[in-house]
């Protein structure tokens, strides 16, 4: 069993930056790839990034390629998302979620744990 907690979210203007966190329990951290995922109002969940078990692998939707970069420590069981140029149509609820495949997934169906999310807000 793996507990998901996101932080980091906020309120910031276009143009701004946030640090997403998502701290993750257990001892096999190390062994799932991790995703992010945002879902905004009356939208579908969307695809953010991905990461695979060592970092050595990472995949983007096309709208955040040059402004988002998806990290780990395995050390410190922790998975990381620098947003950079934020606009507003980046506003959502942000979720992390783990998968026991070691590669990670555009899917969301492949992720085996997820976290309650944290809101991103980004005002004109």
């Known amino acids: 069993q793996v507990q998901l907690v996101e932080s980091g979210g906020g309120l910031v203007r276009a143009g701004g930056s946030l640090r997403l966190s998502c701290a993750a329990s257990?001892?096999?951290?190390?062994?799932?790839?991790m995703g992010w995922f945002r879902q905004a109002p009356g939208k579908e969940r969307e695809f953010v990034a991905t990461i695979s078990w060592n970092g050595g692998s990472t995949d983007y939707t096309d709208s955040v390629k040059g402004r988002f970069t998806i990290s780990r420590d395995n050390a410190k069981n922790t998975v990381y998302l620098q947003m950079n140029g934020l606009k507003p149509e980046d506003t959502a609820v942000y979720s992390c979620a783990a998968d026991r495949g070691h590669e990670g997934s555009r899917h969301p169906a492949t992720y085996d744990y997820w976290g309650q999310g944290t809101q991103v807000t980004v005002s004109s």
């Open positions: 257990g001892r096999t951290f190390s062994s799932y790839a």
